[in-house]
């Protein structure tokens, strides 16, 4: 075999190299076109709704850069803003504002529209008519809701007459933020969403410091989402909603929405969108081709007959749960990313649409439930609930046709696609059962040195009052048995507890600064979600008090060894209960420093502020 190699003329053997030499990695910026996911076929669709979009070729000044590729891509950040200056700029109804910057120190921009002409907050405040906040790109792979956006903001006012969409904003008022994940946003590659159907090249999911930024309203670390919720305190709607792209397993309907149930912190908010709300928009969806739902969630996407989980009670990490905590009727939005681009943006064009004119409709009922539900103050409060799967309903489900094949690269079965519409019935699970409750106190009391999390605190709105001098108050602390969780989440060392927190009463010296929080207000259950240590998503389990976990002082043995003598010899029932540990724990008794350990933790060097959270509440 040698001697036929060495034969070859040269161009040959480079040839032959060429095919047998193993490919270079490619760089990590780089886009090789030979290479692309291999989604399952799209279930044909041909809406009502495409009039909605100008034609490619149109020759309309307003002409949005989506709709210049027939809705195949989506522009960048320069060139969306370019466009949305050009519109405020022609339209007296529409005005920019920016909301902050990003960690890049791009603007974020919020686009307002109103018939009325004043278009500060207190001067909308004024006029009454209610107000939607719509926000697109929190992850801005999925920014199906900016291109529906320009073309709607397009359509209410320079091209009011020909569309018919001005008398939208006579009942109501609206914010828009086109992209809140602004550096992710520029992050674009066709390798962003491997499992979405267009754009062509999306942006990221996350921000320039790689966080989520819907995993962020509870602790307020981005500078997007503390943005944005400065809007929501200036600005007050009375209706947000988050636009978004789920995966997962594939199905027919193309637009889903849903929010937080009556089980969840905002009941009465709930019954008015889900009993008026939601037909009105679903049959306006329905009319242009498209195919509404409810948020489709697998129990098991490699057992799609498994079943749907109902999400219905997020945490205040998220959108909906946070709006749920505040009394803020907010809705998630997710299209579904198997669905081809255009089909997406048209259909969030007129769920878009649709909710100005339910909001218009049913303000006054939206409005009234908000002020019942931030009146309510639920003792106990629930701070998360789980699944009872004994009180599973069937649903009929629009999916589609699968089957299960053998995979040689894996070695087990996966789930194929047909792309071929089915009606099934389902089991759905929703988490309706309380799992963690808490006690209403009075206040809680957060100490001064807690800077961080004052601030948090405030940046939610939540009031709070400052001590401007020192005070000696009886309060309930908690002592709690933690731990760190094995990795990193969201740029945050999460604390688990790992058994329930010791209540403890006790004389404490609150330093002018401290703040005191009330919980008879419209935000006290945020400030309860926030405050209580079992709350999933309270400050103590993001990682805001890892310094009570930490022990400072310590002994040396030649010291202690005799002092625990002298202990030992003083206390007879500390005796005895040192004999029966021993007894009891083998492990304890083999160990020199673990037998010291246990009586320096009862005795009166032992710090006796480690591991007790210094958040007070007052009962």
């Given at each position: 075999m040698r001697r036929t190699i060495l034969a070859l003329p040269l161009a040959l053997l480079l040839v032959l190299f060429a095919l047998?030499?193993?490919?270079?990695?490619?760089?990590?910026?780089?886009?090789?076109?030979?290479?692309?996911?291999?989604?399952?076929?799209?279930?044909?669709?041909d809406g009502a709704s495409r009039s909605l979009a100008l034609p490619a070729a149109s020759d309309d000044p307003w002409l949005t850069p989506s709709e210049r590729s027939g809705l195949r891509t989506t522009p960048g950040y320069d060139e969306t803003v370019d466009y949305l200056r050009r519109l405020t700029a022609a339209a007296p109804e529409l005005s920019m504002v920016s909301l902050g910057t990003s960690g890049e120190q791009r603007e974020i921009w919020m686009v307002i529209a109103s018939k009325d002409g004043d278009l500060t907050p207190e001067a909308m405040a004024r006029r009454g008519k209610p107000i939607v906040l719509a926000q697109a790109g929190i992850h801005s792979g999925e920014i199906d809701g900016k291109d529906a956006g320009l073309m709607l903001l397009r359509d209410l006012t320079v091209r009011a007459e020909e569309t018919g969409r001005g008398a939208l904003l006579d009942d109501v008022q609206l914010l828009f933020v086109p992209i809140l994940n602004v550096d992710g946003h520029e992050r674009r590659t066709v390798y962003s969403r491997m499992n979405q159907r267009g754009p062509e090249r999306p942006g990221w999911r996350t921000n320039a410091r790689n966080r989520n930024l819907n995993r962020d309203y509870a602790k307020l670390d981005t500078p997007e989402v503390r943005a944005i919720v400065r809007a929501i305190e200036r600005w007050r709607p009375d209706l947000y909603i988050d636009l978004h792209v789920t995966d997962g397993i594939d199905y027919e309907y193309d637009i889903t929405w849903g929010g937080a149930g009556e089980q969840s912190w905002s009941p009465a908010v709930s019954r008015v969108l889900e009993g008026s709300v939601r037909p009105a928009v679903a049959a306006d969806l329905e009319r242009a081709g498209h195919v509404p739902g409810d948020l489709v969630f697998a129990i098991d996407g490699q057992n799609p007959d498994r079943g749907l989980y109902h999400w219905t009670a997020a945490g205040p990490r998220f959108s909906d749960g946070y709006g749920a905590a505040r009394g803020l009727p907010t809705i998630l939005v997710e299209n579904h990313s198997l669905d081809p681009y255009d089909q997406r943006v048209l259909g969030t064009y007129v769920f878009l649409a649709s909710m100005l004119e339910a909001v218009g409709e049913h303000g006054e009922a939206l409005q009234s439930a908000v002020r019942a539900d931030r009146a309510l103050r639920p003792d106990p409060l629930t701070l998360g609930w789980t699944v009872d799967r004994e009180a599973a309903e069937s649903v009929d489900f629009r999916g589609v046709a699968w089957r299960k094949e053998a995979s040689e690269v894996s070695g087990d079965d996966y789930v194929v696609w047909t792309g071929v519409a089915e009606r099934t019935t389902l089991p759905r699970v929703g988490p309706t059962v309380p799992e963690v409750q808490a006690a209403r106190p009075v206040a809680y009391w957060v100490p001064a040195p807690w800077t961080e999390v004052i601030e948090r605190l405030e940046l939610h709105g939540i009031r709070t009052e400052r001590l401007a001098a020192p005070r000696t108050l009886e309060l309930e602390l908690d002592q709690v048995a933690a731990r760190l969780a094995a990795e990193p989440f969201e740029g945050r060392a999460r604390v688990e507890l790992t058994d329930e927190p010791t209540p403890l009463r006790r004389r404490v010296e609150m330093p002018a600064g401290s703040v005191r929080v009330p919980t008879d207000q419209p935000l006290g259950d945020l400030a309860m979600l926030l405050l209580e240590p079992r709350s999933t998503d309270s400050l103590f389990q993001w990682?805001?008090?890892?310094?009570?976990?930490?022990?400072?002082?310590?002994?040396?043995?030649?010291?202690?060894?005799?002092?625990?003598?002298a202990m030992l010899a003083a206390d007879p029932a500390l005796r005895a209960a040192f004999d029966a540990a021993l007894e009891a724990d083998a492990e304890l008794a083999a160990d020199p420093r673990a037998r010291l350990d246990w009586l320096y933790q009862r005795s009166p060097w032992l710090d006796e502020r480690w591991k007790v959270y210094p958040v007070g509440r007052e009962r």
């Open positions: 047998i030499a193993p490919v270079a990695p490619a760089a990590a910026d780089s886009e090789p076109s030979t290479i692309e996911a291999i989604l399952p076929p799209a279930v044909p669709w990682g805001f008090f890892l310094g009570i976990l930490q022990r400072t002082e310590y002994y040396e043995r030649y010291v202690f060894e005799p002092t625990a003598q």
